[in-house]
């Protein structure tokens, strides 16, 4: 069974750092791609960013050059570092297979982050 496991958020001062794990077990994990996403109170949830197989990382613009997406592939890890740290980053964050983010059973509870002005 597919299991992603987010965890690693908390209350933050605007400009202050935290990481994020996500945990996976019950795939191969190493040939995943594996996306980070991120729900705002009253929003729709949207991606953040991805890392591939080969460790190709993208991002949406509004993080670019403040988060970083890792993975380690013998640990079935992934983690997103997110630095300078904005209110409007205040979300819910999940991690999950791109390819099944469209499968509503198979997101996780995710993580909240929370940034104070």
């Known amino acids: 069974q597919v299991q992603l496991v987010e965890s690693g958020g908390g209350l933050v001062q605007a400009g202050g750092s935290l990481r994020l794990s996500c945990a996976a077990s019950?795939?191969?994990?190493?040939?995943?791609?594996i996306g980070w996403y991120r729900q705002a109170p009253g929003k729709q949830r949207e991606l953040v960013g991805t890392?591939?197989?080969?460790?190709?990382?993208d991002y949406v613009h509004s993080v670019e050059g403040r988060f970083t997406i890792s993975r380690d592939n013998a640990k079935n890890m992934a983690y997103l570092q997110m630095n300078s740290l904005k209110p409007e980053d205040t979300a819910v964050y999940y991690c999950?297979?791109?390819?099944?983010?469209?499968?509503?059973?198979?997101w996780g509870q995710g993580t909240q982050v929370t940034v104070s002005s």
């Open positions: 999950n297979i791109p390819q099944r983010a469209s499968v509503e059973s198979s």
């Open positions: 890392i591939g197989r080969e460790y190709r990382t």
């Open positions: 019950g795939f191969t994990f190493s040939i995943n791609a």
